[in-house]
């Protein structure tokens, strides 16, 4: 009978104490995260044998919920990027801008989406206005945390961030720069990154991927 | 004998002269994108060609509350910003800061960067001294200051 009651007690304070252990680990990430970032570049994200896949769900520049679901029946163009970003993500949004302005009609088949790593920062009220900027076509997606490692993870994107104290807010987020351009399948049809080639030979690439699949 | 003197000669002369140096070093193409949002970091590019080997030690602006010199390093597919102290400057060659690549990046704006408008900008040398040019600022989508004037 009392062996049984020191049983219980001693589960109950062991179940107490893991539960402290949570919550000052919990406490923990969330200080180190929010005030100086992670120190040490994270390993990179492992995908396993997934196929690059247009799977999400996410929050559009309106505010809107959004799956990838909502854009097959289109091609899309999809970068992973954030607004604090001075070089990269500008230059490439302005070149994916100049390819699709090179579409003709075709772009009336195309879904381009910019999905932020950062979305602590970017909002959809960031993301809108920064969207707008670019071209009136581009559709800004961000999320929770969890939800845009998600999405990254479906493109096998890998991202991080990098502490960097001048920086606004102590740190800046390193990613890959390539467009991926999806089927209206939602699979992966080919990847791109500015520099590589002028955006009329983006442009010719994407419509003849774009004729062969109707 | 000669010819060591003559060069012993003329390392004084540049050295004791910086005006004389300032005219080796040719700053030139130096341009930034418009901002999209305020309180956004800026980049800005040029290109540097000095005849002598020489090293950028720092930029300043009184539109930006310090200014960076950032290369990008690929790591296989990943694309990290750098922070470089200083920028080295091979004699007679050209060393350009072009969008998806070199860039100067400019932290706290004091005003957003509009379209058509000029800033100046300071380059500290390490043999050449200062040199001061005018930035031009371009639109959202410009790659350049020879792209934009055709």
């Not at chain 1, 102590?170 to 467009?179: D, F, N, Q, T």
Request: hydrophobic letters at 45%.
């Amino acid at each position: 009978m009392t062996s049984t009651k020191t049983t219980q007690l001693r589960r109950i304070r062991f179940s107490l104490w893991i539960l402290v252990a949570a919550a000052v680990l919990t406490l923990c990430g969330v200080y180190f995260v929010r005030t100086i970032g992670v120190r040490e570049p994270s390993p990179p994200v492992t995908v396993g044998e997934a196929a690059i896949r247009t799977a999400f769900s996410l929050i559009d520049h309106n505010g809107n919920r959004v799956t990838g679901a909502d854009f097959l029946g289109r091609w899309q163009f999809v970068f992973f990027g954030f607004t604090h970003c001075p070089d990269v993500c500008p230059t490439t949004l302005a070149y994916m801008a100049n390819v699709l302005d090179r579409l003709g009609g075709e772009i009336e088949r195309v879904a381009p989406i910019f999905i932020t790593v950062d979305p602590s920062r970017d909002t959809p009220q960031v993301m809108a206005e920064y969207v707008q900027a670019f071209h009136p076509k581009l559709i800004g997606l961000t999320g929770t945390e969890a939800e845009v490692a998600a999405a990254a993870r479906s493109f096998r994107v890998y991202y991080e961030k990098m502490e960097e104290e001048t920086a606004p807010d102590g740190y800046l987020m390193a990613h890959a720069g390539h467009i991926y351009v999806m089927t209206p399948e939602g699979g992966f049809e080919d990847v791109f990154r500015e520099g590589d080639q002028s955006a009329e030979e983006m442009a010719t690439d994407v419509l003849a991927s774009m004729s062969g699949k109707q | 004998m000669m010819r060591k003197l003559i060069a012993i000669v003329v390392v004084a002369l540049v050295v004791a002269s910086p005006a004389l140096a300032e005219e080796s070093i040719r700053v030139f193409d130096a341009w930034a994108r418009a901002s999209i949002l305020a309180s956004r970091p800026g980049a800005a590019y040029l290109t540097i060609e000095s005849a002598a080997e020489d090293r950028l030690l720092g930029v300043t602006t009184p539109v930006a509350g310090r200014v960076m010199i950032h290369a990008v390093e690929k790591d296989g597919d990943v694309s990290r910003m750098k922070h470089i102290e200083t920028l080295e400057l091979p004699a007679g060659e050209r060393v350009t800061l072009a969008p998806g690549g070199m860039h100067l990046m400019l932290m706290g704006l004091q005003v957003k960067l509009s379209e058509g408008t000029t800033f100046p900008m300071t380059l500290s040398f390490e043999n050449a001294g200062e040199i001061t040019v005018e930035v031009s600022v371009l639109g959202i989508a410009a790659e350049g200051p020879r792209e934009a004037a055709e």
